[in-house]
């Protein structure tokens, strides 16, 4: 084989891929029912080139104002990014997140409902929305309780906004499998199709159990550096 012919090396982001199909595969879905979002959070644009020059465009990003100030000149060099949002908002933060992003995964309060509301009908965006759900009732975390989970939704339907699935962050150092199937059927008692579930860690068990989009950092970019929390 000469060099041109001889297939890439195995990277990082193709060994999720592929780690994503196989999960696939096994639970009989189709893997492009799964999406794969790159979470790029504290990654310089030079870490996130190397993916976006392999074709990948969809990221995440956990602090608006980080995304803000890394991704529009990105976004001018490669045509046809999506930007999801995985961590916290302030609600005085939801106007710039709805300019930026594709998808927000954390709308877990009603007061965060009413402040994207505003923002969606005087931007006139309207990026895809995940209710967080706190699924291991843990004090830390965000998310709303499962109890809240039906008034939240109601809320949020009547409010407008494009809801289109649930998201969780299980507790760490336990088997996540569990919560991953409690999340999966919250979801289908709620009538959602979206699953956010399923991280470096745990994203192919994410996937037989239903996830359709997994937020996978580490494993593309490597071990990030200590952040200020
Ligand atoms: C950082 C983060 C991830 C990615 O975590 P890795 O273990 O690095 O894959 C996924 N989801 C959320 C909400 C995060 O904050």
Known sequence: MTA???????????AVIDGIAQAARLASRDPADVTLIAVSKTQEAEAIRPLLD???RVFGENRVQEAAAKWPALRDAYADVAL???????SNKAEDAVA????????????????????????GRRPDCFVQVNIGAEDQKGGCAIADLPAL??????????????????PADVEPAPYFALLA???????LSGLSMGM??????????????????????????????
């Open 200 to 229: 470096s860690g745990d994203y192919a068990t994410a996937v037989t159990l239903g996830a359709t989009h997994v937020r996978v950092g580490s494993a593309l970019f490597g071990a990030r550096k200590a952040m200020a929390a």
């Open 84 to 90: 999801h949002l995985i961590g916290q908002l302030q």
């Open 153 to 170: 939704l109601e809320r949020a339907r009547a409010a407008g906004l494009p809801v289109v699935g649930l998201m969780c962050l299980p």
């Open 185 to 191: 059927k919250l979801a289908r008692e709620e009538g």
């Open 4 to 14: 041109a012919t001889r297939p890439p090396a195995a990277t990082p982001l193709t």
């Open 54 to 56: 392999a074709g990948h």
């Open 100 to 123: 930026l992003f594709d998808a927000i995964h954390t709308v877990d309060r009603p007061s965060l409902v009413d402040a994207l509301a505003a923002a969606m009908a005087k931007t």
